[in-house]
């Protein structure tokens, strides 16, 4: 299935540009998309923010990644969805099975919502704020010492 609105798909990482935020890469996103797709991610972002009001907005792999110590999660438009990834979606419960999508990995689970779709926003937050918790309780990375 192919990916709409990417701008460099080759590129493995892109950085905001000095001229605009992430936020405003993922709000001019949301405006290009000019559809339910766009109306969708803005809804689920602003479930996001809700959720956790230190979240971090990126712009990552050309598309919006939301973080707090570790990525929380990932939104992607296709012509027939909106895809929201959990990095580590796996961990997480979901007692109210948000998830439909990605379920036989061993890290990521997604959330695919067709047009028309509602979610539950409170399973929602939960989720985020779940996925917050887990990233604050992994012990960070140690950087690798000069040899």
């Not at 000019?34 to 972002?45: S, Y």
């Not at 990932?74 to 419960?93: H, I, M, Q």
């Not at 998830?99 to 779709?117: H, Q, T, V």
């Amino acid at each position: 299935m192919k990916k709409l609105d990417m701008k460099n798909p080759g590129a493995k990482e892109s950085n905001a540009s000095e001229s605009q935020s992430a936020a405003e890469l993922i709000s001019n996103s949301i405006a290009e998309l000019g559809d339910w797709r766009g109306e969708t991610l803005a809804r689920m972002r602003k479930l996001i923010k809700a959720a956790d009001t230190d979240v971090v907005e990126e712009w990552k792999w050309d598309v919006p990644v939301w973080s707090h110590d570790g990525i929380i999660c990932t939104g992607e438009s296709y012509k027939d969805k909106v895809k929201l990834t959990f990095a580590k979606g796996a961990s997480l419960k979901d007692p109210a099975r948000l998830f439909n999508s990605s379920l036989d990995g061993n890290m990521r689970r997604a959330i695919d919502i067709l047009e028309g779709e509602e979610v539950d926003a409170s399973a929602f937050k939960a989720l985020v704020r779940e996925a917050v918790a887990l990233n604050k309780s992994k012990p960070a990375k140690k950087a690798k010492s000069p040899a």
